[in-house]
Structure formats: structure tokens, C-alpha cells
């Protein structure tokens, strides 16, 4: 047994005897091989160094690393960091001397760099990626633009709100977005790009700066970039066009194109119109860009608020103006609400300390462009581009006159074309109404290119002081053009003589002028215009006497008692204003002497008769008389009816003018002999009267007679409904103070647009005047008519009427219980936009049998002031409702209704395009319908 166990242990001895020397065994040959085995790991670390480059090198803006490929460039950087440190320990080693007792750990180190060096062939090995280890990038979904936000500018940031809810809307795929030259387009477009919103509307957001210079090709180069698609080689247009065709059909993108100066073909472009949502925003500073582009919504861009331009102005001066905020807010009107402008100015004041500064700078900037502020320049090259595109000398200098006008007023286009027609820039028309469709065209053609924008006012046009100070610059520097405006100037005295000799046109208006000079050489000028000098009572006797070539005289509003003797050497005056001049009680009998005069503007002046000089002015095409302050005895008629060239006739009637019937018979006889007249405003005292014109004068129903009538007794001929409309309504009728119906008057209505009754009586209903006389109507106001119970009965009615009416206002109706009665005819009523009730104590039900469903178009309806109004929308009246009634509905508005419990059943319509509910002392309205409350926040 002992035996046994010895000889184990020697077999066990003999085996460890053997491994110790198969261990010192591999220990010396990693000890010989130690430099072998650190040169063979650095061959192959510089191997895969320079693999790892190769693949890096792939990896650019249109190509990434695939995600074994990521993997691996890890473990090969890891890799390098391990070589790292065995080179260190390497070099270690290699310092000292050999000796038999470094033998050991320099075995071991070459032992691990053998182990690394196998390691660093696998990774080799797995570094032969089948793919390269690189794919192609997905393009990012949004690059983010440095761009200033808008939120904090309401007046700005309205645009972006606006469009954001356009690219909602499925059916809009094309949004454009115009204005002038600095007011903020590119800021908004950024903010476009990078709303939130946006991102999560679109697979992708493709931005696009198209200049003047840009073409075709050049925004195909920017779109394919963006896109990260591969263009190799020559490529022509079609072929480019195809690759992002290919590459936007399955993609719901959103393309914004920035600073497009002039069509752009979007399909030849690429651009595919899929059905995937896909949009475009294109912004120019033409609004005919937009259209030719085929825009879906107009986005016209505004000026900044006062608030808001204050604001900027302060942000961007980047101090506190406490000490000078007065100077700061003239700088800021001088801005005339544009970002760019405010910005550059803002640069250039935040650069002085002292208020004094302040106010050197301010002066600068009023006499800009005349004088030269840094940062500046390029606003006028932008502004005088678009002067210098307009396409025709005639819109140039119609452009130019609007300097006459003070900054940012309104300016009534009718007055402005007259001016231009006298002036001679309106070529190749004769007949006055011709004139002034061609004047409305430049007009238009000038609002497009933005160098004029629409006022807040209905039918006049504003010049910013930015366009204006440039057009004086420019008006300054063309010889025959030369302009002296210093309207609103606060001015006591008249500019000095020498300032007046080489004006062609010179406004002084809205100041506060004593007096004139007694004489001055004027041989060159054209336009002088001086209304509302409200304290200028006398014109010097030789003041016209240089000015043989004037052309339009504006002394309206002034306190002028009589004309100078000189008038008569304006022998080339085609336009006369003394309206308002109430002061004046006589026209001179040198009247006679203006032979090319074409319009006579008299209304409110006090001047008693027309005399009979009038009648020999052959040129006259437009007169505007009024007849408060005539003597009845005055033959008037006999005077208008010899100025056989007139074809605009407006007379202004005074209530409370006590002339004979036949009085008014013989001049309303005389005028219908007019055989020229194209307008007529005129106040018939009866209805007899319109009688006289309609039997006597065939022209009224020409298609392109416009006409302003009123009947009976009125407070003004003047159409307040008119205010309302955006385009103009050219054949209006008035009815006043009468009872019943009259054969002549529903003989009018089948030619009217605008139809108002006022204070009328035993009447039950508009269709007394024949339901089928009223199809034509686009607008109609009934007011003060105590016996009407509705405004249409349907009962029974042979015809469509409303089937163009826009807008119907109700006002003080006392027995009216409701809007219409009986059936409603098809086509009535399915373009009315506004209906608004006020005063009717009685109405009870608005939308009966089924009338709601005609109104798709209805935008604004206000109920004000109505007691026995229990509900909006009667359920039993309106059975089975469509969730999408009154889909255009924006604005409700209910004043003063205290029995008002319900708007609609809950839930009975969704309110899509509900944007503001105005509630005023509605006590018994507890509840909103659900689906309102949503639509309205």
C-alpha cells in the first residue's frame, strides 16, 4: 500500500517537473521574441489604422457608418489605446540593459503584445465589411436657422400663426406670403422653419433663399443638397428634376422659398404635388408672384405696431432709454414699422452715449436718403429696384406724386386718379370713366409691388415714410419732376419764392398757412395742392399769375371768402377743389377762362349759385355740387344741362332745403337730358322724381352706369354700408321717410347692388317689392322700419332673391320676429357673409326652416340688443344638422340678450372656423356648447 502511493507521487513530481519546463520554455521564447512580437503588433495596428482611416474617409454629409460599422471604428479606437500602452511599457523595457532579472516581466509583456497583435488580425479580418460599413445619410427633418423669434412681437408673429393654420388645412397646398421690401418676410419664414409644429406636420422642411439671379438649376442645386442626393457627373435640369421627383413623392415635406422675385416653375423644379399633405410657402414682394405661382392663400404682411416697433427698437439698442424715450419714439415712426429698417437704425444708435447724440442722429435720419446712414443702402437699392421694375413711365410717375401726400395718411384713390389724370400719366383714354379704371389698374399694379399698401380705410391707399423719402430722392434728381412737399409740417409761412421756382408740384397741405406770397414764378408747376389751411383766408390777387401750366388746384377746407382775379390765367387747369371752402359764397365769373378744366369739386362751400359761365366749360366731365346754401329761384338746371361733355354728376340734397316740387322736377328733367353721363349722385325728395330720371334718361340701365340714388327725405346721400365692402359697389339706392311700395322703385332694385330703407312704412316685408327685383343685391341695411315682421317672405315667392347678398344689416325693427318666413328658393342667400341684428325686440327666431343650412359663406354674425331671443339655433326649426353647419362662422358676437339661455343644442355643430365668441351681459347664457368652447380657446 506504501509502495503504491510512493510511486503516484513520483508520477505526479515527473509531470509538474515537465510543465515548469514547458513554462520557463515559453517564458524565454517570448523573452527572444520580444521585440519580434512588439514590431509584428505595430505592423498590424498601422494596418488597421489606415483601414479605420479608409472607412472614415467615407463618412461625410452624404454618407454615415452604418451601425457595424460604428461597432467596429469602437473597437479599433479601443484597440489603438491598448497598443498605446504596451508601446509605453515597451519603451520602458527597452531603456535599460539587458539582464537575466528583467527577463521575466519582459516575457511577459511580449506575451501580451503577441495576444494583441492576433487580436488586432481578427479586427482586420472584421473590418472587410461587405457594404464598405458606410450607407447613405437620411436627410434631418428640420435644419435649425439662426433666426430672431417672433413671438414676443404679436404684430409680427401673426403672419406665422396665420400660415401655421393654412398648412392645417389639407385643401390650401400652396400659402403665399407678400410685402414689401424690409418688413419682415425672410424673419417670418425662418420662424416657419423652425416652429415645432411644423416639424411634427412634415417628414422633412426644405429651405430655399431664391434670389433675382436664381434660376432653375440654382434651386435644384440647393434642394438636392438638402436632400443628400448623389449627382454625378453632367446632369441636365430634367434628369435633376426626376432625382427629387423620385426622392419628395412618398415624403410629406414642406418646401419654403424665400425671396422669389419671379415665377418659378415648381414642376420643372421637381417639386411633385402628391397627395401626402405636402405644402409650399413661397414669399415674395410681389403679390402677382404669388398668384402666378397659383397660391391657394394670400398672406399680405403689415407693419409693425407702435408697441411692437418700440420694442425692437429697444432690444436692439440693447440699453435702457428712460432719459431719452421721447427722441426714441420719433426715431421709431421714421422707421415706419419695418424690421430691417429698426434694426439698422437701432445699430447705428446704440453706437451713442449721449441724448444730444441722439438727437444729431434723429436729424440724420430725416433728411435720409438725401443723406447717406451707414447700413442704409441697401434698403434704398432694394426700394429703388422695385421702382425701377415697374414696366412703364406712366407708373413711375403716378408713384412718385404719392410723395405729396404726408407719410402713412390715407389717401382717397378717387381723388388720387383724378389728380393723375389732370396731370396727363393716365395715356390714351378719353372718356373719364375709362381714366379711372386704367388709374385703379396702376393703382393695383403699385399695391402689387408693394410701393403702395391698402389702408385701413376702405378704398384710399397709404406711401410709408421709407417709400416716400425715397421717392423724393428720386423726384429730386429728375429735372422736370422736381417736388416741394412739406405737407403737415405745422407750418405758418409759405416756403421762400426762390423754393417755389423749380417745383413742378408742391404740397402744402394740412398746415397752418395765413398767407401765400404775392406773386411767385411758377412757370413749372403742375400740382399745387394747399386744402385744409384752415386759416388761410385770402389768396394774393397776382398768386396765380406765373402759373399758365398748372393742372390740379386743391384749395378744399380752406377759409378762403373769394378767388383772386388772376384765376383766369390758369388756362390749363383740368382740377378744381374748393369743397369745404364754406366761406366761399360765389364762383367769378373768370370761371370762364379755365377752357380745359374737367372737374369742379363745390359741395359744402357756401356759395349760392352756379353761374352761368359754368355752362361754358366744354372740357367739364366731373362736377360735385351740393344743394344746401342755392336759392330755390336759381336756375341751376339750365346750367348743368348745358355742360354737355359732363359724365359724372354728383348733388348733394339737404333735408332740410324747403325747394317747390317743380324746382326739383325741372332740375332732376335736366339732368336726365345729360346724353355723356356715366354717374349719378343725386337725392330725389320723392319718388316722383326718380320717376322723371328713369322715364327720361335710358342711360341708368346701361351695364356700366354706376349710380348713388336716394329717395325722400335723408341726412346724406353717403351709403354707410359701402364702408364695408373691400371692392366697390357702384349702383346704390337709398329710401327714406316714404310707406308702401312704388312701381319705380322695384324698377331701380333689379339694377341695384347696394339697397338701404330707412324709417319706411307700411311695409310687412322686402319681398313687397318683388322678391324677383332683389337677386341682384350685395348688400342691404333696413332700418328704423317700425311695420316689417320679416325680411323675406318665402311663401309663395315666384324667385331666388339675396342670391348674391353679402352683407344684410337689421337695425331698429320693432315688429320683426324673424329673419325669413316660408321656404327658402335655391341659390338665395349662399353668398352672404355678415348678417347682423341690433334693436329688434321682438325676434324671436333667426334660422328658421332650415335657413341655416343656405349660409356656408356666413363669417360674422353679431345679434345685439334683441330681449325676446331665447335661443340662436332652434333644434325643432333645424332638424338633422350636418356637424358641419356654418362651417365658415369666425365671429359671433352677442350684446345684451338677457332671455338668451342657448347658443345650439351641445354638441350639435363642431364650429370649425370659430375664432372669437364676444359676449356682453347675457345672464341667462350659463353654458357653452362643448364644441365651442374647444373652437373659440
Not at 406 to 425: H, M, N, Q, R, T
Not at 559 to 588: F, M, Q, V
Request: hydrophobic share 40%; aromatic share 8%.
Amino acid at each position: 500500500m506504501l509502495e503504491a502511493g510512493a510511486s503516484a507521487a513520483a508520477v505526479e513530481a515527473y509531470k509538474d517537473g515537465r510543465d515548469i519546463f514547458g513554462y520557463i520554455r515559453q517564458k524565454i521564447d517570448y523573452a527572444n521574441h520580444f521585440k519580434v512580437n512588439y514590431k509584428e503588433m505595430k505592423e498590424q495596428e498601422e494596418k488597421l489604422k489606415a483601414t479605420r482611416c479608409d472607412l472614415e474617409e467615407k463618412i461625410d454629409k452624404m454618407n454615415r457608418a452604418t451601425n457595424v460599422g460604428e461597432a467596429w471604428i469602437r473597437s479599433v479606437t479601443e484597440a489603438e489605446k491598448e497598443v498605446l500602452e504596451l508601446e509605453s511599457k515597451y519603451n520602458k523595457e527597452t531603456v535599460h540593459a539587458w539582464r537575466y532579472a528583467r527577463s521575466w516581466s519582459r516575457a511577459n509583456l511580449s506575451k501580451h503584445m503577441a495576444k494583441k497583435r492576433d487580436k488586432l488580425k481578427v479586427l482586420l479580418e472584421e473590418g472587410k465589411l461587405d457594404d464598405g460599413g458606410v450607407v447613405k445619410r437620411s436627410p434631418e427633418p428640420v435644419r435649425v436657422i439662426d433666426a430672431p423669434s417672433t413671438k414676443d412681437f404679436p404684430s409680427l408673429h401673426w403672419a406665422v400663426d396665420k400660415i401655421l393654420r393654412n398648412l392645417r388645412e389639407r385643401e390650401f397646398k400652396r400659402i403665399g406670403l407678400w410685402g414689401q421690401v424690409g418688413i419682415g418676410k425672410t424673419t417670418v419664414m425662418q420662424n416657419l422653419n423652425n416652429s415645432d409644429e411644423v416639424k411634427n406636420l412634415f417628414d422633412i422642411v426644405l429651405w430655399v433663399s431664391v434670389s433675382k439671379a436664381g434660376n432653375t438649376e440654382k434651386v435644384q442645386n440647393e434642394i438636392t443638397q438638402r436632400l443628400m442626393l448623389k449627382v454625378e457627373g453632367e446632369v441636365n435640369r430634367v434628369e435633376t428634376a426626376q432625382l427629387i421627383k423620385n426622392k419628395l413623392e412618398d415624403m410629406r415635406y414642406l418646401l419654403l422659398l424665400d425671396q422669389v422675385c419671379d415665377y418659378l416653375n415648381l414642376k420643372e423644379v421637381g417639386i411633385p404635388s402628391n397627395d401626402k399633405g405636402s405644402k409650399v410657402v413661397f414669399a415674395s414682394r410681389f403679390r402677382d408672384v404669388c398668384h402666378y405661382m397659383d397660391a391657394d392663400v394670400f398672406v399680405k404682411m403689415k407693419s409693425l405696431s407702435d408697441t411692437d416697433a418700440y420694442k425692437m427698437f429697444k432690444e436692439k439698442v440693447g440699453r435702457t432709454m428712460e432719459d431719452r424715450s421721447a427722441v426714441a419714439t420719433l426715431v421709431v415712426r421714421k422707421c415706419a414699422g419695418l424690421p430691417f429698417v429698426i434694426d439698422r437704425v437701432a445699430k447705428v444708435f446704440g453706437k451713442k452715449d449721449d441724448v444730444s447724440l441722439w438727437r444729431d442722429e434723429l436729424r440724420r435720419l430725416q433728411r435720409w436718403p438725401s443723406i447717406k446712414i451707414q447700413g442704409m443702402n441697401e434698403m434704398l437699392e432694394s426700394l429703388k429696384f422695385c421702382y425701377e421694375d415697374l414696366d412703364g413711365e406712366d407708373k413711375k410717375v403716378c408713384f412718385l406724386y404719392g410723395a405729396l401726400f404726408p407719410e402713412d395718411s390715407d389717401i382717397f384713390v378717387d381723388y388720387l386718379v383724378e389728380c393723375w389724370k389732370a396731370e396727363g400719366f393716365l395715356h390714351s383714354v378719353d372718356e373719364f370713366r375709362d381714366a379711372r379704371d386704367r388709374g385703379h389698374n396702376i393703382l393695383d399694379d403699385l399695391i402689387n409691388v408693394s410701393l403702395l399698401e391698402k389702408s385701413a380705410m376702405k378704398r384710399h391707399v397709404r406711401m410709408n415714410g421709407i417709400l416716400r423719402n425715397m421717392a423724393l430722392k428720386i423726384s429730386s434728381g429728375v429735372s422736370d419732376r422736381k417736388i416741394l412737399a412739406r405737407p403737415r409740417e405745422e407750418l405758418k409761412e409759405a416756403p421762400k419764392e426762390e423754393e417755389w421756382a423749380y417745383a413742378s408740384q408742391i404740397s402744402l397741405m394740412d398746415n397752418d398757412l395765413c398767407s401765400l406770397p404775392a406773386t411767385s414764378n411758377c412757370t413749372n408747376l403742375s400740382t399745387l395742392l394747399l386744402q385744409r389751411n384752415k386759416n388761410l383766408m385770402m389768396i394774393p390777387e397776382s398768386f396765380f399769375s406765373s402759373m399758365q401750366g398748372l393742372r390740379v388746384l386743391d384749395l378744399h377746407a380752406t377759409a378762403i371768402t373769394s378767388l383772386p382775379p388772376s384765376l383766369r390765367y390758369l388756362t390749363h387747369l383740368k382740377a378744381l377743389y374748393l369743397n369745404s371752402c364754406k366761406g366761399l359764397i360765389e364762383l367769378p365769373s373768370s370761371l370762364e377762362a379755365l377752357v380745359h378744366l374737367e372737374v369742379l369739386d363745390i359741395r359744402r362751400t357756401g356759395i349760392i349759385a352756379l353761374p352761368i359761365q359754368v355752362g361754358s366749360l366744354t372740357q367739364m366731365r366731373c362736377l360735385r355740387m351740393s344743394l344746401s346754401n342755392f336759392d330755390a329761384t336759381n336756375p341751376i338746371s339750365m346750367v348743368i344741362s348745358s355742360i354737355s361733355s359732363l359724365e359724372e354728376l354728383m348733388i348733394d340734397g339737404d333735408p332740410n332745403t324747403s325747394w317747390s316740387d317743380q324746382v326739383m322736377r325741372t332740375i332732376t328733367e335736366e339732368v336726365s337730358t345729360l346724353t355723356r353721363l356715366t354717374s349719378l349722385t343725386f337725392s330725389f325728395p320723392k319718388v316722383e322724381c326718380l320717376e322723371i330720371f328713369v322715364r327720361s334718361s335710358p342711360l341708368w340701365k346701361d351695364l356700366r352706369f354706376t349710380f348713388q340714388f336716394s329717395v325722400g327725405i335723408c341726412n346724406s346721400v353717403k351709403h354707410h354700408i359701402l364702408d364695408y365692402f373691400e371692392y366697390q359697389l357702384c349702383k346704390c339706392l337709398k329710401y327714406a321717410n316714404d310707406e308702401g311700395t312704388h312701381p319705380v322703385i322695384s324698377e331701380v332694385l333689379t339694377e341695384t347692388e347696394v339697397f338701404e330703407l330707412i324709417d319706411h312704412k307700411n311695409i310687412l316685408s322686402l319681398s313687397e317689392f318683388g322678391t324677383e327685383n332683389l337677386s341682384r343685391l350685395r348688400a342691404c341695411s333696413v332700418e328704423g322700419c317700425k311695420d316689417i315682421t320679416c325680411i323675406i317672405d318665402g311663401n309663395g315667392a315666384p324667385a331666388s332673391p339675396f342670391k348674391y347678398l353679402e352683407r344684410m344689416v337689421i337695425n331698429n325693427a320693432s315688429k320683426l320676429d324673424c329673419f325669413w318666413k316660408g321656404s327658402v328658393a335655391p341659390g338665395s342667400l349662399g353668398r352672404m357673409t355678415s348678417l347682423t341684428f341690433f334693436n329688434c325686440p321682438e325676434l324671436k327666431n333667426i334660422f328658421s326652416n332650415g335657413l341655416i343650412e343656405k349660409l356656408s359663406m356666413l363669417k360674422h354674425l353679431s345679434v345685439k340688443n334683441c330681449s325676446k331671443i331665447e335661443e340662436i339655433i332652434i333644434e325643432t326649426e333645424n332638424p338633422c344638422l350636418d356637424l358641419e353647419t356654418l362651417p365658415s362662422l369666425e365671429t359671433l358676437v352677442l350684446h345684451d340678450l338677457p332671455n338668451l339661455t342657448s347658443i345650439a343644442p351641445d354638441d350639435l355643430l363642431i364650429w370649425s372656423s370659430l375664432k372669437k365668441l364676444d359676449r356682453v351681459s347675457c345672464p341667462s347664457l350659463l353654458k357653452l356648447p362643448s364644441t365651442m368652447i374647444n373652437a373659440a380657446n
